[in-house]
């Protein structure tokens, strides 16, 4: 065991991942043959398209090998500046757009250049659990604005407004949100914009790497099209691990004012360099390939979300603001239930379900239930999660 003053203070703020730790111990009882349900899956339960495989293969033939600009791959960085452009309708170039490791570090190099110590970031509750600490990281202090799931874990303005502060650097939005699969509607985000342009020393981060996996009767909006006014102080993060079903491959990217692309790909060259050179050639074809293979997936997660719906709305004293997108949903327990932690220790040991605290994510009164898992198994798990829940 390390003394701890050998530990640097950034590496002993950070919080141990509880979702990790969840999983570790499902993963350990499931070696001892233990009968283990889980639902606390955060990446699709699908391979990645073979087309895509395929030409990463060839790229490898091909001698795609070396090192590569840091910034990403020329070509990737174009078909990315389309993809924005025409899909998302914002307005940008590829000299905007930096190719990460995964929407992580996307999120990791844009608050490295853009955070200095004692900066405020708002960050919307429940949150992605990543967002904090790499606030941290930065040195800059997460400013968490509360909400219900009585108000359906939406975002009061009153309550945003009042958080901006001249210390305040940066709002992050996240929409399809992990973990209550909430859209931000397209009305709440000109709100938002509003808002904003009251105060135009704030930036926003726009976390869209769930933006494909929407209900039928949804549409995902990007908020730097929605303020495209706002564009300079806009960065949308997003990536193919979940779209795509491309997790391991660890490529997202980053989009946004030039300067300060310019200044995270200097810091991504000091750090991991280029983002592996045939994984791109695999993104590249992604974006250029049929997008069937992705609406077959989100049709997949649609009617397991109504399965899962369904199901959580029959297990009486639960709340559910019900999910529009994303692989989850966040019921809020009924009141005797223990706290999140508690209550998922006690639902893996004493029913085999895992499913995952929402303390991680700012609710301790809910848990994380993932639907990136066969019908079957949400059934099982749903069935668990009752029994469990009626036993307390
Ligand atoms: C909301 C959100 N943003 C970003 C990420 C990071 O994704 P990636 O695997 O591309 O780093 C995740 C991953 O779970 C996520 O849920």
Redesign the pocket.
């Known amino acids: 065991m390390p003394h701890p003053s050998l530990i640097s203070q950034r590496a002993v703020a950070l919080q141990p991942s509880l979702t990790l730790a969840i999983s570790a111990r499902a993963k350990a009882l499931m070696q001892e043959g233990k009968d283990i349900c889980s639902l606390s899956a ?1 990446e699709p339960d699908f391979d990645t398209p073979a087309f895509i495989v395929e030409a990463t293969i060839q790229a490898l033939h091909d001698g795609i090998t070396r090192y590569g600009p840091a910034a990403g791959d020329p070509e990737l960085r174009e078909a990315i500046a389309l993809k924005l452009k025409e899909f998302n309708k914002i307005q940008t170039s590829s000299e905007n757009v930096l190719v990460t490791n ?3 570090q996307a999120i990791y190099n844009l608050f490295q250049v853009i955070l200095n110590p004692g900066d405020e970031v708002l960050i919307p509750s429940p949150y ?1 659990l990543s967002y904090p600490e790499i606030t941290l990281l930065a040195g800059a202090i997460p400013v968490k604005l509360s909400s219900s799931p009585d108000t359906g874990f939406s975002l009061d303005l009153e309550v945003l407004e009042s958080s901006i502060n001249s210390q305040t650097k940066l709002l992050i939005l ?1 929409s399809p949100n ?1 973990p209550t699969g909430r859209i931000i509607p397209k009305n709440k985000m000109e709100q938002i914009a509003e808002i904003l342009r009251k105060h135009p020393h704030v930036f926003v981060m726009s ?1 869209e ?1 769930y933006e494909f996996i929407l209900a039928d009767d949804e549409t995902h909006y990007s908020f730097a099209a929605v303020a495209p006014d706002l564009i300079d102080r806009i960065f949308t993060v997003n ?1 193919f ?1 979940k779209g795509w079903a491309m ?1 391991g491959w660890r490529l ?1 990217y980053l989009s946004g004012n030039p300067k300060i692309i310019k200044a995270a790909t200097a810091l991504q060259s000091q750090s991991t360099s280029n983002v592996c050179s045939f994984a791109q050639r695999g993104a590249l074809a992604a974006l250029k390939g049929s997008k069937e293979c992705v609406v077959a997936m989100a049709k997949r997660y649609n009617s397991r979300r109504e399965l899962l719906i369904d199901g959580l709305k029959g297990i009486h004293g639960i709340t559910l603001v019900s999910p529009k997108g994303a692989f989850y949903a966040f019921p809020k327990l009924p009141a005797h239930c223990p706290n999140s932690t508690r209550f998922c220790e006690r639902a893996l040991e004493e029913v085999g379900l895992a499913i995952i605290p929402g303390v991680a994510f700012g609710e301790d009164n809910c848990v994380r239930v993932s639907c990136a898992a066969s019908s079957e198994i949400i059934s099982e798990g749903l069935q668990r999660l009752k029994e469990f829940i009626y036993k307390l």
């Open positions: 955060g995964g929407g992580k992605w996240n992990n976390d790497i990536g691990a997790t997202g």
